[in-house]
């Protein structure tokens, strides 16, 4: 069935550090794929999608790009901020349905 | 803005309550989830409505049911809460008219402890 496999955290950086959070996705058809965060005590918040692949989500200087022949799609940032400590969690949608990844939590340190 | 709301954010009840959560949106979205999230688990559907009066399974439905008497609300039901069923529980709601893109929208959840 379709599923999500996200890296597991916790993972804490510096602030300015580079972000990667690995995720990669298993699906029969043509799915989309989402990045959600979770910043502590609130709901889910889309952070970016792709529908298709090869393309790229983008947004507050996280960006992920759709690889169909990996059946990936990896979050990066080039600098993050404190105010990025949060938990990311990557999804896709076949349809309707959504499937999550167990989510990475993120703390960044000054 | 979408506006997801949900009707605590933290919840104490007793073994063996009935329980209820309350979901609202006011985007007139035709999708409506319930998902719980534990620890090392993530987001696990519970259950979703496509429709008023309309519901289906997800993946953990055992020892809970729903009702979407409107188009607006979705609410979820623990007929006899246990102590397993302490969890941060989440509403979404999405518009279906492109079904494949669709965005869900969150509430801040509610925090539902079982003594």
């Known amino acids: 069935g379709d599923s999500v496999t996200q890296m597991e955290g916790p993972v804490t950086l510096s602030e300015e550090a580079f972000l990667t959070i690995n995720c990669t996705y298993t699906a029969t058809g043509y799915p989309s794929l989402f990045w959600y965060v979770q910043y502590p005590g609130e709901g889910l918040q889309l952070l970016l999608k792709a529908t298709k692949a090869d393309d790229k989500g983008s947004n507050k200087g996280f960006e992920a790009t759709y690889r169909k022949e990996t059946t990936s799609f990896h979050l990066e940032k080039g600098s993050v901020q404190v105010s990025d400590s949060a938990v990311y969690f990557c999804?896709?949608?076949?349809?309707?349905?959504?499937?999550f990844g167990t989510g990475t939590s993120l703390t960044v340190i000054p | 803005d979408v506006k997801v709301t949900q009707s605590s954010r933290y919840l104490v009840k007793r073994t063996g309550e009935k329980v209820f959560l309350e979901c609202v949106q006011d985007?007139?979205?035709?999708?409506m989830f319930w998902y719980r999230q534990d620890p090392g688990l993530g987001l696990r559907l519970i259950y979703f409505?496509?429709?008023?009066?309309?519901?289906e399974k997800g993946d953990i439905p055992e020892g809970y049911s729903v009702s979407r008497e409107k188009k607006e609300r979705f609410s979820l039901i623990l007929e006899s809460a246990s102590t397993n069923q302490t969890s941060m529980y989440l509403c979404?709601?999405?518009?279906?008219?492109?079904?494949?893109?669709?965005?869900?929208?969150f509430g801040p959840g509610t925090r539902l402890t079982v003594l």
């Open positions: 409505s496509y429709d008023v009066k309309m519901k």
């Open positions: 999804a896709l949608s076949p349809g309707n349905q959504f499937y």
């Open positions: 985007m007139d979205h035709e999708n």
């Open positions: 979404a709601s999405s518009p279906q008219d492109l079904p494949r893109t669709d965005t869900q929208y």
